[in-house]
């Protein structure tokens, strides 16, 4: 039945709860039951929102737990016999009697539903609340559900002059009046609960005061701070003193957050209920033990469906075929569950638990139930969010499988699912839903790799060939449906495929310590886990800040961030790059967190912010304030310390410590850990600067943002001075230094010293000069040695990079294209290759050779086809682009050659630019690669060597090469042209094959000749050339297909793959169209 | 004096690729035949091996339970050369593979079978195996999912038909590796040797003992043809007749040869013939003195034909080569060994070695054991005896670099016995 798995609940006598902000926590339901506690749920299953349902709680309780026990009676042996292996471990004989001992956890959800506020907890109070609930894991791997009554959602307005007590109450009853107001439907007794005088201050700008008053407005229900504040925003009368209207403070702060901060509860900490008591909810810090991490269940689930030819797999037509799954433990290697639910009989697969079902209905049903027995915490998968999770949904909807949807955590509550629109570059413009799964973090690989990496290509398979090295077969969609209606042995290589699909999530969540790495983010910023992913980073900003404010007793208004483009300042500052190659040693100086340090060194925050009015106003002497290079009037720390000075300091002090403690610690997961909090510091110092600058954030402020720029500027103009003035031959060194280049935050020197050594030793003399120039923590580094350095442009450059003077570390390149996504592999090829010559080899001739030798190629139609394959993703039809383009425009073609096979919005598509007539557009030029190959299309060199690679090329030549233009692009390597001659073109159908002879092409007679009769000597050196030939094809058909079936994992079994992002697809076509002409070239010769 | 002559029949019409056509087909047949012919051989060594244990398949295996599977082994291998690796992201400074072997520690065997794979662990070397072979196994699944091998059933050595007796010397002789065209090549070395062969060297005893030679097998590696021609950029013209001079040089001492006793002409991977296994005869146009003659002939690799009965194969050396690379053994011999215990010339083909995409057929299947089995273009020349259980008795010999030693290797039919020619041109050797 249910599983142990709701484990920390525990009974006791409630003790006087404590009011105010206090947490409490409570247990719903009084008489001791056995385990498991089944009947422990406590709100009711409905959409937060919706306040109608209220009422009916109780009952549908109770209802749903009889839908409960229906949900499990019909489940066959089988299925039950899994149950052991599923569920989470049992719980303690003491735990689940209900009693007596700490329970810790570590939570990874918060979230709130509204229920009837708790009798013996909250005597005094009735009617709706909101409960928060906390979702968590112990130490043992329970799970937990803490749920808190009695906090309650608040904000401030200041108070307006000469407001006296009774005045408060007056406002109170007016305020409450204007609620009722707005919100007839409600039938909650009291909206707004209390009105409090408080004294606090506001954030913005520097107050000389310490305090002044404000009113602290705590309402009922969380969705009422937003409707009190539109009233007060608005204006509103107020007896005595008129209509004015309010400027709200913080109360624009989600719910769950307001809890947490203050509760002093960060994301991902461990939390500790002690025994027997319901006051005092422990909030640990991640130090020690409790930076650890609880073993979460991670689900990684993958589904395919048999979509029609032709079409983008839909919900109301298309049945979902299979679901593979996989559970692993947070911190274990390997999954200790994996299945595959297949709809209709599936061969069975070593280690997996293959279950098939009849019916789509078994399958979904199935799905539900391992869901609820297996528990898992975190949800991932490749494009979950978007796809798979709402298409179950939907499906079930369309199959009118209503006990479907009961995947939450909650036993008995129902998924809340949303409409929303999303658009995004590779999928384009989708119709969808967003699923909610109660207490289930759901994290979407590539939602986390589209927010963390620049990539050219999001599919999984870019995406693991990228970071695992691998490449994944790709099944395409048209097959699905054909391998899905074989017998049972096609659809278990399905099931194989649907597994890999479901594996690489878990790997690359693995590989790229996303566990880690997001936990520790949602320590530092404090923020839960769902909000790294769903929301941007400004939120990350706002908790520190609001952590920090309530410290200091500030408050932080609600400023609406304008979008207008006039309040934009000057950025950071470039120097002027000199363009050369420069073969000496060129230092870099860098500045260690440059704009975290101007922050901290110049004070600069909200709260010292005097702005022009004030400063005359205030009159405070010159000693007392930095006035900014933009001109703008901050207090020094003496007068007071600004709030975001304050924070970057604990940050930059945290990961100060997090990497001294990571040079101590040996264990693999404490490094994991600590190395991802460093890194969630640094990143979280940085975002700092950007959320100032926003200028539609949360809480913009302009007049910082420009003022740490300017002192950035300033601050590069000034090392570029102090280097040139002082490395000076007269300043007895050897050579004058030259800055050549600087931009945000580093300054090239070129000292004129000619080896690295010698630069490394006049880097650090600098560094340590200028350093001490600067007020602290501003800090000049010496980093690196760039040697040779190739300065293109500015934000343009390549170079070899050294931290040692024995060995270069590795080739380090900037702002030149060799992953941009439209560019083909050629490019990319080629600009690498062309810098490794120039940079490692040192070898600017070879170099040029490398590129004649390619363009000659290229022109004599020797390039392999897939270095000239572009691919662009196809996000909407035809008639919806306003200008066409290339792979519209072919994949409309491809669209009436066969549509079953063309691609489709969301697909990516591949093309090649072929010649065609004179004056035609190039987005009528592109065709299908494979259509091309087959046909033996001429594809178009010039294209390829005006639109691809001349521009790259050029960048890196030009300050290297005299008329680099002239001599790479116009020599005679350029001369010779060879096009192919297509085979499907009108004009052959009237031509008559004429055999010719294989040496010179005259035209033979007689009909089983090779060789005319002048070239007959030639015999032997023409069947060399012939054979030579055929030998390197058969060895690339062997290299190419070997792979494909070690990508695939089967000796077995044909290779079914068609991804295309694959770099060996077209070769590997390619070569299986090249092994049959072989063999027809060879036997010409047997005669 | 008369030289002596041997009935010969060329039996290589199993590596013909002539009636083939190729259809698009990939590689998965050939595993597929390989797999279901050894899987009835093992089949039916099972019961005197282990009678009492189930036969099962890779899907049928029950946790704890000890049985029997067969299927192909796949070696995965960390250092294995990808061709993707051609396009990895960066191109890493120093090569991090020793070039010719590509073993690492941490290389595991897999098990396949057309229901499925398993990792395989216990005892069984991974470093002795590889990609390709069939073997019956005898373990159980663990609860990991691997499968903990117990003991290994190897197809083993084939049956043999009966080593006619020949009562009187005859010779064959082995030369491979000439390289005419390379730099390494000694024209006089190699005239010495077919002084010697035709008689035109020694004492008359010496000439006796030439007489009684009635077959030269040339295995392969014959020329060397600069590679600078076939890297698809155009030749000059003045470049163009160079192609063909180490061939012509090869054609005008052939001649000598085959004027006067008949010679087997295998392909290499250095000569102009096609890349992957079976390499097709020589074109016949390439020797135009030589063709002339019918006691040329130009034979695939491998090579199999039968002199008095006395049954011969032979490659040029790539398979063993290929072993070499992925796989480890205390001399070349014993990887010879192996493949005739595994009954496949060519296990590794063609996962790491170029190889034909048969439909239905694995050509490189040994059905037979020959008498005398002759590998090709080897570093030094090596040779045994070796002795199946069945009595089977295989002449293994591994034939030197004629262009490096200077050595060709003469086998006497009578007795299966082997020696060197040893031909060497400079005074203080």
Redesign the interface.
């Known amino acids: 039945m249910s599983s142990g798995g709701r484990g920390g609940k525990r009974r006791g006598a409630p003790p006087p709860g404590p009011s105010g902000a206090a947490a409490k926590r409570a247990h719903p339901g009084g008489t001791p039951q056995p385990p498991p506690p089944a009947a422990t749920a406590a709100a009711p299953v409905v959409e937060e929102e919706d306040m109608m349902d209220e009422d009916v709680f109780l009952d549908e309780t109770i209802l749903a737990e009889d839908e409960e026990a229906l949900l499990l009676l019909d489940r066959d042996e089988a299925l039950a016999s899994r149950l052991s292996r599923w569920k989470r471990p049992a719980l303690p004989a003491d735990l689940a009697s209900g009693c007596s001992r700490n329970v810790a956890f570590q939570q990874l959800e918060i979230d709130y539903v509204i229920g009837e506020s708790h009798k013996v907890l909250l005597p005094n109070s009735s009617g709706p609340a909101a409960i928060l609930r906390i979702f968590g894991v112990t130490r043992e791997g329970h799970s937990v559900c803490c749920q808190v009554h009695g906090f309650e959602p608040y904000f401030y307005i200041s108070c307006p002059m000469g407001m006296g007590p009774d005045d408060i109450s007056r406002f109170h009853q007016t305020l409450e009046g204007r609620m009722k107001d707005s919100n007839r439907n409600s039938n909650v007794p009291r909206f707004v609960k209390r009105i409090e005088l408080v004294q606090k201050q506001t954030i913005m700008h520097y107050q000389p005061q310490q305090s002044q008053p404000f009113l602290k407005i705590v309402v009922a229900l969380p969705t009422m701070v937003a409707s009190c504040r539109g009233i007060l925003e608005r204006g509103i009368t107020i007896e005595g003193l008129g209509s004015k209207s309010f400027l709200t403070y913080e109360s624009n702060i989600l719910f769950a957050l307001r809890f947490m901060i203050d509760c002093n509860i960060v994301g991902g900490n461990w939390i500790e209920v002690p025994a027997g008591k319901y006051s005092d909810l422990v909030s640990h810090a991640a130090e020690g033990e409790h930076s650890k991490m609880a073993p979460f269940r991670i689900l990684s689930f993958d589904i395919e469906c048999a979509g029609r030819k032709g079409h983008f797999p839909e919900p109301t037509h298309d049945p979902v075929i299979q679901i593979a799954n996989l559970v692993t433990l947070q911190g274990e290697g390997?999954p200790f569950v994996r299945n595959v639910m297949t709809l209709k009989s599936c061969?069975?697969?070593?280690?997996v638990d293959v279950m098939s079902f009849d019916t789509e209905r078994d399958v979904l049903l199935a799905w539900r139930d391992f869901i609820r027995e297996v528990d898992p915490d975190i949800i991932i998968g490749y494009n979950i969010c978007k796809f798979d999770l709402p298409y179950l949904i939907e499906r079930a909807e369309v199959l009118k499988i209503v006990e479907f949807p009961i995947l939450g955590r909650i036993r008995n509550s129902r998924v809340r699912v949303r409409d929303t629109t999303f658009s995004s570059r590779q999928y384009g413009m989708r119709e969808s839903k967003d699923v909610a799964v109660e207490g289930r973090v759901q994290f979407d690989l590539l939602q986390a790799m589209q927010r963390d990496y620049k990539l050219s290509s999001y599919s999984l398979n870019s995406v693991s060939a990228?970071f695992l090295?691998e490449?994944k077969e790709d099944v395409h969609h048209s097959i699905i449906s054909d391998l899905q209606n074989g017998n049972s042995e096609t659809r278990r290589r399905l099931a194989v495929y649907c597994l890999k699909d479901a594996y690489l999530p878990q790997r690359l969540l693995d590989k790229l310590m996303y566990i880690y790495n997001y936990v520790e983010m949602a320590r530092v910023t404090g923020v839960p886990i769902s909000f790294l992913l769903s929301r941007g980073q400004s939120i990350k900003v706002l908790s520190q800040l609001l952590r920090k404010a309530k410290q200091k007793n500030l408050v932080i208004p609600n400023i609406k961030g304008q979008a207008s483009g006039q309040d934009t300042f000057e950025g950071a500052t470039v120097l002027e790059a000199r363009a050369g190659f420069y073969e000496k040693p060129i230092a870099t100086l860098d500045f260690a967190s440059l704009y975290p340090s101007i922050m901290m060194a110049y004070n600069l925050c909200y709260c010292t912010l005097v702005p022009p009015e004030d400063a005359r106003k205030l009159n405070l002497p010159p000693e007392s304030v930095n006035k900014t290079p933009s001109g703008e009037t901050f207090v020094k720390p003496d007068v007071q310390k600004g709030i975001l000075p304050e924070i970057l300091e604990e940050l930059l002090a945290a990961r100060k410590r997090a990497k001294a403690d990571l040079k101590e610690a040996k264990d693999p997961f404490e490094r994991a850990v600590l190395d991802g909090r460093q890194l969630a510091l640094k990143i979280s110092a940085n975002s700092v600067y950007g959320f100032t600058g926003a200028t539609v954030g949360q809480l913009p402020c302009l007049e910082i943002s420009s003022s740490v720029t300017s002192y950035g500027r300033q601050m590069i103009e000034h090392t570029k001075k102090l280097v040139e003035d002082k490395f000076t031959t007269l300043g007895g060194y050897e050579h004058n230094a030259e800055v050549i280049y600087g931009d945000t935050d580093s300054v090239m020197v070129q000292f004129g010293v000619s080896t690295v050594e010698d630069a490394m030793k006049l880097g650090r003399e600098a560094a340590d000069y200028i350093s001490g120039t600067f007020i602290k923590p501003i800090k000049l580094e010496f980093e690196k040695i760039y040697f040779p350095y190739l300065l293109i442009s500015k934000k343009r450059y390549a170079g070899l990079y050294w931290t040692n003077p024995e060995k270069f570390d590795?080739?380090d390149t900037k702002g030149i294209e060799t992953v941009r996504r439209d560019n083909c592999?050629l490019v990319k090829n080629l600009v690498?290759?062309c810098l490794?010559k120039i940079l490692?080899d040192r070898d600017v001739p070879g170099a040029v050779q490398y590129v004649k030798?390619t363009i000659s190629?290229l022109l004599m139609n020797?390039v392999d086809l897939s270095l000239l394959v572009i691919t662009k993703g196809l996000t909407k039809t035809g008639e919806d682009y306003a200008v066409k383009a290339a792979h519209v425009e072919l994949a409309e073609r491809m669209r009436k050659r066969d549509a079953a096979t063309a691609p489709t919005v969301g697909d990516r598509v591949p093309y090649v630019i072929i010649k065609a007539a004179k004056g035609a557009k190039a987005y009528e030029r592109s065709e299908d690669p494979i259509y091309v190959l087959d046909n033996n299309i001429p594809i178009d060199p010039q294209y390829y060597l005006e639109n691809q690679i001349s521009k790259p090329l050029l960048r890196i030549f030009e300050p290297i090469l005299k008329n680099a233009s002239r001599e790479l692009l116009h020599g005679s390597h350029t001369r010779?042209v060879s096009i192919s001659t297509p085979s499907n073109s009108g004009i052959m159908k009237f031509a008559k094959k004429q055999l010719t002879c294989l040496g010179c092409k005259a035209v033979i007679s007689g009909s089983n000749q090779t060789l005319c009769s002048h070239c007959k000597g030639?015999?032997?050196?023409l069947?060399?050339?012939t054979?030579?030939?055929?030998?390197?094809l058969?060895?690339l058909?062997?290299?190419?297909?070997?792979?494909c079936?070690?990508c695939q994992?089967?000796?077995?079994?044909?290779?079914l793959c068609t991804s295309r992002d694959c770099?060996?697809f077209y070769r590997r076509r390619k070569a299986?169209k090249d092994?049959?002409e072989a063999?027809v070239q060879?036997q010409r010769?047997?005669f | 004096m008369e030289r002596k002559q041997a009935e010969y029949s060329n039996l290589d019409e199993r590596y013909a690729i002539?009636g083939e056509?190729?259809?698009?087909q990939?590689?998965?047949h050939i595993?597929?035949t390989r797999?279901h012919h050894m899987r009835n051989l093992l089949h039916a060594l099972v019961p005197s091996w282990k009678p009492h244990l189930p036969v099962t398949t890779?899907?049928g295996?029950e946790e704890g339970k000890d049985c029997i599977i067969v299927g192909?082994l796949?070696k995965h291998m960390k250092l294995k050369p990808?061709?993707?690796d051609?396009?990895?992201?960066?191109?890493s400074?120093i090569p991090l593979v020793k070039p010719h072997n590509f073993m690492h520690p941490d290389d595991h065997l897999i098990l396949?079978?057309?229901?499925?794979?398993?990792t395989l662990a216990g005892a069984i070397p991974p470093a002795a195996y590889v990609?390709?072979v069939v073997i019956a196994l005898h373990g159980k699944e663990t609860s990991?999912?691997n499968f903990l091998v117990e003991d290994i059933l190897e197809a083993g050595i084939p049956p043999q038909i009966t080593l006619p007796s020949i009562n009187e010397d005859k010779y064959v002789v082995f030369v491979s590796g000439l390289s005419i065209g390379s730099e390494k090549f000694n024209p006089l070395q190699f005239q010495l040797l077919i002084d010697h062969i035709t008689g035109h060297l020694g004492d008359e005893n010496e000439q006796s003992i030439a007489s009684n030679i009635v077959r030269v097998v040339v295995a392969g590696n014959s020329v060397h043809?600069s590679p600078r021609?076939?890297n698809?950029?155009?030749?000059a013209s003045k470049d163009?007749?160079r192609?063909?001079e180490p061939?012509?040089e090869l054609d005008i001492m052939l001649t000598q040869l085959v004027a006067s006793l008949p010679v087997d002409m295998m392909p290499g991977s250095n000569d102009?013939?096609?890349?992957?296994l079976p390499q097709q005869p020589l074109?016949r146009?390439?020797f135009?003195g030589a063709a002339t003659y019918n006691t040329f002939s130009s034979c695939s690799n491998p090579h199999q034909f039968e002199l008095d009965s006395v049954r011969f194969i032979g490659t040029s050396g790539q398979n063993i080569d290929d072993l070499y690379k992925y796989s480890d053994a205390k001399d070349k011999l014993e990887f010879v060994e192996r493949t005739l215990r595994w009954r496949h010339l060519a296990p590794t083909a063609?996962?790491?070695?170029?190889?034909?995409?048969y439909t239905d057929k694995d050509p490189f299947l040994v059905e037979s054991c020959p008498h005398v089995y002759f590998v090709g273009n080897q570093d030094k020349y090596e040779t045994q005896l070796l002795q199946g259980p069945e009595k089977q008795k295989v002449r293994l010999i591994c034939i030197p670099r004629f262009c490096d030693s200077g050595v060709a290797v003469m086998l006497n039919l009578r007795n299966l016995e082997c020696s060197t020619l040893s031909f060497s041109t400079s005074f203080d050797a």
């Open positions: 390997q061969s069975p697969i070593v280690g990228h090295g490449q590795k080739m592999l690498t290759e490794h490692v030798n190629d020797r010779a030639r015999e032997a050196e069947y060399c050339k054979v030579g030939n055929v030998s390197e058969e060895m058909f062997g290299r190419l297909w070997t792979q079936q070690e994992g089967s000796l077995h079994q044909d290779v770099p060996i299986q092994m049959a063999r060879l010769w047997d | 002539q056509k190729y259809q698009g990939q590689y998965s595993y597929f797999l890779v899907l295996l192909t796949y990808s061709i993707l051609e396009y990895s992201k960066e191109r400074a396949e079978d057309e229901s499925g794979r398993v990609t390709g990991a999912g043809i021609f076939f698809g950029q155009a030749v163009q007749s192609i063909a061939i012509k102009p013939a096609n890349f992957s074109h146009c390439l135009a063609p996962n790491s070695l170029g190889c034909y995409p």
